[in-house]
């Protein structure tokens, strides 16, 4: 089972950066979308899972080799090198992010994986957008639609989050409040 969460944490990563570079992003009203941002919401909750099969220490091993699967991806499929280091970058930052959030928490699992993923959704969110495609990066968009791309892709991811969290927490196995990940 340890291997099952590996292999669809990382698959669902590049299949988040194969939608995005394939289809036009989605506009609800003022907010812009890239597709895979909504399996992207969902793998801070894999990545949750993954911590809880193989440990802390295996888990960033997990992100390192699922960050190069990504940048990998992303390049092969295109993506200028400026949002190939976005992308990359931003992985690190927001999946550790939820990574030591996650670990840090005496929670029911639930609630961790509702708070950690919130954060590392923000982070990641907030970063590629000002570092991948603002004016400050590859200016795929201009500085009025910043704060329309933030915030849409923090409501996509949030709703994700709180998915997969209310899912969890109607499993009566992970109610529980220890944290087996960290080691």
Sequence with gaps: ??????MLYVAVIAAANILTASLDPLRFGAFIVPVGTFLIGATFVLRD??????????????????????ATTSFLLGDTLWIVFASAATFAVS?????EIYSRLRLPISLRVLYSGLVG???????FVLIGLSPLGAGFLPWEAVGSAIVGQILVKTAMQALGAGLI??????????????R
């Design 1 to 6: 089972m340890n291997k099952l969460w590996v």
């Design 95 to 99: 999946e550790t992010t939820d990574t």
């Design 49 to 70: 899972f993954v911590q809880n099969a193989v440990g802390r220490k295996l888990t960033y091993a997990t992100i390192a080799a699922a960050m190069l699967i990504s």
């Design 121 to 127: 959704g923000v982070v990641d969110s907030v970063l």
């Design 169 to 182: 927490g109607m499993l009566p196995e992970h109610t529980e409040t220890q944290t087996p990940g960290y």
